[in-house]
């Protein structure tokens, strides 16, 4: 009960930090996406569910506060935390290099969804322009700023939530 308390107001500073401070520290009109960095670390962190259920209220609240279409942002994000969590148990959670690589190829698919569901569907086919200008500088900025927030997430993970941990490895529990 504790690790899904301390998930949920993660989760809702996550995404009060992407919606305030991350709007200050914008490079033009590209921001970093906080969000997508918690969903893919939570992923890595704590296996393929908690990175699906962290994806799916994560994007429920962007859905809520800032999206046209309800459900778009939780779909894309509960990829994003599923498909993050087949690092679970391949990787060692303190590698650096794991993190920077899930978050790259989250935020392209990500950007390449966004700009398949949103624009080209309404005609808008500029995609060279909306890969320069757009997803490119993103990616590399999200990237960049993994290397900072990924350490606050292994703290979070490893000091306030252990006991829960420790029993998710456990082998006689059924999965």
Same mark, same amino acid.
């Given at each position: 009960?504790?690790?899904?308390?301390?998930?949920?107001?993660? *989760? @809702?500073?996550?995404?009060?930090?992407?919606?305030?401070? @991350?709007?200050?520290i914008?490079?033009?009109?590209?921001?970093? %996406?906080? @969000?997508?960095?918690?969903?893919?670390?939570?992923?890595?962190? $704590?296996? $393929?569910?908690?990175?699906?259920?962290?994806?799916?209220?994560?994007?429920?609240?962007?859905?809520?506060?800032?999206?046209?279409?309800?459900?778009?942002?939780?779909?894309?994000?509960?990829?994003?935390?599923?498909?993050?969590?087949?690092?679970? $148990?391949?990787?060692? &959670? &303190? &590698?650096?290099?794991?993190?920077?690589?899930?978050?790259?190829?989250? &935020?392209?698919?990500? %950007?390449?969804?966004?700009?398949?569901?949103?624009?080209?569907?309404?005609?808008?086919?500029?995609?060279?322009?909306?890969?320069?200008?757009?997803? *490119?500088?993103? @990616?590399?900025?999200?990237?960049?700023?993994?290397?900072?927030?990924? $350490?606050?997430?292994?703290?979070?993970?490893?000091?306030?939530?252990?006991p829960?941990?420790?029993?998710s490895?456990?082998?006689?529990?059924?999965?």
């Open positions: 009960m504790k690790s899904r308390i301390i998930l949920f107001i993660t *989760i @809702v500073l996550t995404f009060m930090l992407q919606t305030t401070l @991350v709007q200050r914008s490079i033009g009109s590209i921001e970093p %996406n906080l @969000v997508l960095i918690f969903v893919a670390c939570t992923g890595i962190l $704590r296996g $393929r569910k908690s990175g699906m259920w962290v994806g799916f209220f994560s994007g429920l609240l962007i859905d809520m506060f800032y999206g046209s279409l309800f459900g778009f942002y939780a779909l894309i994000y509960v990829y994003i935390g599923f498909f993050s969590g087949y690092s679970h $148990r391949m990787f060692y &959670d &303190d &590698d650096a290099k794991v993190y920077l690589l899930t978050v790259f190829g989250s &935020d392209m698919l990500f %950007n390449f969804a966004v700009y398949g569901l949103q624009f080209l569907l309404r005609g808008r086919l500029s995609l060279g322009s909306y890969l320069v200008h757009i997803i *490119i500088p993103e @990616v590399f900025y999200t990237t960049f700023l993994t290397l900072i927030v990924y $350490r606050i997430f292994y703290f979070i993970n490893y000091h306030l939530m252990k829960v941990k420790k029993e490895e456990s082998v006689w529990v059924i999965k």
